[in-house]
Nanobody
Framework: QVQLVESGGGLVQPGGSLRLSCAAS????????MGWYRQAPGKQRELVAT???????NYIDSVKGRFTISRDNAKNTVYLQMNSLKPEDTAVYYC???????????WGQGTQVTVSS
């Protein structure tokens, strides 16, 4: 059974930093597009950032210049470095693995990020 396990969430003050990690097991990790999504209370889940099989990255406008997604295929892990955090970044952050060939798609359980003074 495929597992995606997120970690690294927590409470941080505005302007602070956090690094989220997502460890994948039982998938051919290097063959998946990896992404981070988030869902704030009362809002729809939104895509935050993706990193392709080839290492290309994409971000939503609101996090460009502040967040960095990266992957370590040797460790089957994807990261999201979040700097200059704002209260509007508060959400549950989810890891996603999407196979562009067979369209399989997996989610982690989510990790809470709260930005508050």
């Amino acid at each position: 059974q495929v597992q995606l396990v997120e970690s690294g969430g927590g409470l941080v003050q505005p302007g602070g930093s956090l690094r989220l990690s997502c460890a994948a097991s039982r998938i051919f990790f290097s063959g998946y597009i990896m992404g981070w999504y988030r869902q704030a209370p009362g809002k729809q889940r939104e895509l935050v950032a993706t990193v392709t099989v080839g290492g290309n990255t994409n971000y939503i406008d609101s996090v460009k210049g502040r967040f960095t997604i990266s992957r370590d295929n040797a460790k089957n892990t994807v990261y999201l470095q979040m700097n200059s955090l704002k209260p509007e970044d508060t959400a549950v952050y989810y890891c996603n693995a999407a196979n562009p060939w067979d369209h399989s798609n997996y989610w982690g359980q989510g990790t809470q990020v709260t930005v508050s003074s």
